[in-house]
């Protein structure tokens, strides 16, 4: 097993319970209700210490917004009412969830505040509880460690952001959540998709969790040798964990390369002496330049001695600058230049040229420039410098968000144990043996022991059930699979057609209502059942299933009908049957299948044109 990477995982699942310190349904709604505004502060811990995370996000100075839409939220979501008791449902679900992973209960769970002032929990924290200790997931072959279960609630959903205001709805806020969190065991990018399948697959089994995107969330913890522990926040598609890995390692290779490049030149912590040079730029080309200059801006820029090369190489493997220009960023900037992509973006040589004379810059040294608001350029900057400095290190500890293409972007920094705090509004809640002799008496069915269940009741392939299993389409499956035939096309419709038609169509509005209604229209006889692709692509293009059917030419033929088309296909062709005799059944399907398929199952026209071939033929 490779030791290039460690890797652990926190699994963060929605419950399908009511929400966790109300009795509000956990339900998003397109209600905006009525809104109010927020600023949030950070508090000290017990420890009189301040969490640098939430001091960091609250430098950025925002404002925020609250839609309360009143069927989706209440009082308690807009901390204008005590938090009621923790929801029952929800300490039966995680606890379910502990014991299928062997995980040892709390004899007393209390809950936390865990300080959160993004705007994301209209308190400033988030309450969260430690519920179970010590399970562990066996994947293959090798024993993954799960430290600790929590139970919490979920934050807003965010709606939008204008400038320093950021809108939040509330119809999020408060939906239980389990955190799952592994030790630092996965190997391989592939190893961490497995697991967080299979954690997914468990909790699934307890038939109380959401479905569906931002349902469940990970967070994925990775550091390298040398390197540092890196936390990408709230990727949501499974099938990119193992890329967000992969990249996050050679992320943090380059930064040791970058800080093996510096040392080795002699590099030291560049100074914060951030120069105006506005009146240089003032009849620069750059539009950029031209317009923060315009609205009463000034262009500033700072010296970075020894990092020539390191914030951009000439091959883009090391890319100090667009760390530094992401740190900028968090600041309120737009974003920053450096002299190793100089000249571009309308500042010619000339302009470089001048810089470097001014700052009276060797061959190794470099340049950072910001054009904005004076406060905010300067800002900027001063994050940029001390990323810089932080590259002599090597790898930065922080929290990054995961981008579409697999990649992320810095937060902010990783927090500390000053984020924690009790929370004195909510009662503990005991955990006797006899509560667990309970839960653990009517335990929900492991996936193992699922997968061969469903393989064998069902007849179908034990790799269509593990995969099923593994991507939650099992409940559907059992659902719809009546008989032998309807089971081996509902198998291969979820497995694998689905996973073409994605190629071709967005599936984010193909239900599990919509496919239910698609396979109940082949029990009915509405259409055969070669048609259920063609009926599923058109239903996600927005038809409902009348419409689909209508759109494909796909009315039901009577078998009388299916009978004259197929002696008309024969009557057709008699010549070449009678060379053929029965051996023609096979080159004719494909004609008929043509007048017939998506009408008629195919079996049964396969029947027709043999009875159709011998009748001529006698």
């Known amino acids: 097993m490779s030791q290039e990477v460690k890797v652990g995982l926190e699994i963060h699942q929605q419950l399908d319970t009511r929400k966790l310190f109300c009795d509000c349904p956990s339900t998003l709604v397109e209600d905006e209700g009525a809104t109010f505004l927020r600023r949030l502060r950070p508090t000290q811990s017990e420890l009189g210490e301040i969490d640098r995370a939430a001091l960091a996000q609250a430098e950025r100075g925002l404002r925020f917004r609250y839609q309360s839409p009143a069927s989706a939220s209440c009082l308690v979501d807009a901390d204008e009412e005590p938090p009621h008791r923790a929801n029952p449902e929800a300490i039966e679900v995680i606890l379910t969830v502990a014991a299928l992973l062997d995980a040892k209960p709390i004899d007393e769970v209390h809950f936390m505040r865990k300080l959160v002032i993004d705007g994301s929990n209209t308190t400033g924290f988030q309450r969260t509880a430690m519920v179970a200790l010590d399970g562990s997931l066996e994947v293959n072959g090798r024993r993954i460690s799960i430290p600790t279960f929590c139970l919490e609630e979920d934050a807003a959903r965010k709606v939008e952001t204008n400038g320093s205001e950021i809108t939040y709805r509330l119809d999020r806020l408060g939906i239980p959540l389990i955190e799952i969190a592994t030790g630092p065991d996965m190997r391989s990018p592939e190893e961490v998709k497995e697991v967080a399948q299979r954690l997914g697959s468990i909790m699934r089994a307890t038939r109380k969790v959401k479905r569906g995107i931002g349902t469940i969330r990970e967070d994925v913890n990775i550091s390298i040798p040398g390197g540092a522990r890196v936390e990408i926040k709230g990727v949501q598609e499974l099938r990119l964990l193992p890329t967000y890995v992969e990249k996050e390692m050679e992320r943090q290779k380059s930064l040791l390369a970058i800080r093996d490049i510096l040392l080795s030149r002699g590099v030291h912590p560049a100074e914060e002496r951030i120069e105006d040079l506005t009146e240089l730029f003032s009849t620069c080309p750059s539009k950029i330049m031209a317009k923060a200059i315009k609205k009463g801006g000034r262009v500033f820029g700072v010296r970075l001695p020894g990092f020539a090369g390191v914030l951009r190489s000439a091959d883009a493997r090391l890319r100090l600058g667009a760390e530094m220009a992401q740190r900028a960023r968090a600041r309120g900037v737009a974003g920053i230049f450096h002299s190793d992509e100089l000249p571009a973006y309308g500042i010619d040589q000339e302009y470089v040229d001048k810089v470097r004379e001014l700052f009276a810059l060797g061959i190794n040294d470099a340049f950072v420039l910001c054009a904005d608001e004076e406060t905010m350029a300067r800002a900027g900057l001063a994050a940029a410098i001390e990323r810089a400095n932080e590259a002599l290190k090597g790898v930065p500890e922080e929290t990054r968000d995961p981008q579409p293409d697999g990649s992320s972007t810095y937060s902010r920094p990783l927090p500390g144990a000053a984020r924690m705090y009790p929370e004195t509004d909510v009662p503990p809640i005991m955990i006797s043996p006899e509560y667990?002799?309970?839960?653990?008496?009517?335990?929900?069915?492991?996936?193992?022991?699922?997968?061969?269940?469903?393989?064998?009741?069902?007849?179908?392939?034990?790799?269509?059930?593990?995969?099923?299993?593994?991507?939650?389409?099992?409940?559907?499956?059992?659902?719809?699979?009546?008989?032998?035939?309807?089971?081996?096309?509902?198998?291969?419709?979820?497995?694998?057609?689905?996973?073409?038609?994605?190629?071709?169509?967005?599936?984010?509005?193909?239900?599990?209502?919509?496919?239910?209604?698609?396979?109940?229209?082949?029990?009915?006889?509405?259409?055969?059942?070669?048609?259920?692709?063609?009926?599923?692509?058109?239903?996600?293009?927005?038809?409902?299933?009348?419409?689909?059917?209508?759109?494909?030419?796909?009315?039901?033929?009577?078998?009388?009908?299916?009978?004259?088309?197929?002696?008309?296909?024969?009557?057709?062709?008699?010549?070449?049957?009678?060379?053929?005799?029965?051996?023609?059944?096979?080159?004719?399907?494909?004609?008929?299948?043509?007048?017939?398929?998506?009408?008629?199952?195919?079996?049964?026209?396969?029947?027709?044109?043999?009875?159709?071939?011998?009748?001529?033929?006698?």
């Open 436 to 618: 667990m002799d309970t839960i653990c008496s009517n335990l929900p069915e492991l996936p193992e022991v699922r997968i061969e269940r469903i393989a064998t009741t069902y007849g179908i392939h034990e790799q269509q059930a593990r995969q099923l299993v593994r991507e939650g389409w099992d409940d559907l499956f059992e659902e719809v699979a009546n008989d032998s035939e309807l089971a081996a096309l509902a198998a291969r419709t979820l497995t694998s057609t689905l996973a073409e038609l994605e190629r071709e169509v967005d599936l984010s509005t193909l239900d599990e209502s919509s496919l239910k209604e698609a396979f109940a229209g082949v029990t009915e006889g509405t259409f055969a059942k070669e048609a259920v692709p063609d009926i599923l692509r058109e239903m996600a293009r927005g038809k409902d299933l009348t419409e689909a059917v209508e759109a494909l030419g796909l009315s039901a033929v009577s078998v009388d009908e299916a009978r004259a088309i197929v002696a008309k296909i024969v009557l057709e062709r008699e010549t070449f049957v009678r060379e053929r005799g029965p051996a023609a059944v096979g080159p004719l399907m494909g004609a008929v299948m043509a007048e017939l398929r998506g009408r008629l199952d195919g079996k049964a026209a396969s029947e027709l044109l043999r009875k159709e071939i011998q009748k001529l033929l006698s």
